[in-house]
């Protein structure tokens, strides 16, 4: 089956950690993103790729860290620079260059700061 | 003023009921428009691109107008299962981004 792979589901962390967390996809789809959600708020952009290699920042980069080197894979790290980390975070992938824009998603990664 | 906007919610309806959501945006220059459908604590996913002349997938009807920027759901014959909440999602070429409304919600009561 094709899809979008997030792990772990959830994940805590102290405050001062770095987590990473993984996003996988087999859809063959050039184009990744990375969204935080927070309660009663719609998804805001963190980081995005086109292609391998290449990646841009999103609205809310600050704290955050990508990297792009399989086209399969864009994992995101929440560094301590990040001041409120706690979110649901939703990795998507779609086909670059498409002027639709639709996006699929991963089920998604909910991050607890203790 | 937010980008694309949406009344929260939530919208209570009996089984059966039709039920219309609007949304609007501020980007006279977005080309694009989604539906997505996100239930509880789990991913956004699509629900049904909008087009021009509006369009229609089987209970679900969108609308869009261009001259007042806004899009709009109806969902006729409320089901149990269409409680979730739905997010109005717009293309801007000019950014090269999607942006999200914050959802409206909506429980169907038996």
């Known amino acids: 089956d094709g899809g979008i792979t997030q792990s772990p589901k959830y994940l805590f962390r102290k405050e001062g950690q770095n987590v990473t967390l993984s996003c996988e996809q087999n859809?063959?789809?050039?184009?990744m993103y990375w969204y935080r959600q927070d309660p009663g708020q719609g998804l805001r952009l963190i980081y995005y790729?086109?292609?391998?290699?290449?990646?841009q920042k999103g609205d809310i980069a600050e704290g955050y860290s990508v990297s792009r080197e399989k086209k399969e894979s864009f994992p995101l790290t929440v560094t301590s620079a990040q001041k409120n980390p706690t979110a649901f975070y939703l990795c998507?992938?779609?086909?670059?260059?498409?002027?639709?824009?639709?996006?699929?998603f991963g089920p998604g990664t909910r991050l607890t700061v203790l | 003023r937010k980008e694309v906007e949406q009344d929260p919610g939530p919208f209570n309806v009996p089984e059966g009921a039709t039920v219309a959501f609007n949304c609007t945006y501020s980007?006279?220059?977005?080309?694009?428009f989604f539906w997505y459908r996100q239930d509880c604590r789990k991913e956004p996913k699509l629900l049904m691109s909008v087009y021009s002349s509006g369009n229609e997938d089987g209970r679900f009807t969108a609308q869009l107008n261009r001259a007042s920027q806004y899009i709009s759901l109806l969902i006729r014959d409320s089901k149990l299962s269409d409680s979730a909440t739905y997010l109005c999602?717009?293309?801007?070429?000019?950014?090269?981004?999607?942006?999200f409304g914050q959802g409206t919600t909506l429980q169907v009561k038996p």
């Open positions: 999602v717009v293309y801007s070429s000019n950014t090269g981004k999607l942006i």
């Open positions: 980007n006279s220059a977005s080309q694009s």
């Open positions: 859809l063959n789809h050039d184009a």
């Open positions: 998507a992938s779609n086909i670059a260059g498409t002027p639709s824009g639709a996006q699929y």
């Open positions: 790729s086109q292609i391998v290699n290449d990646f």
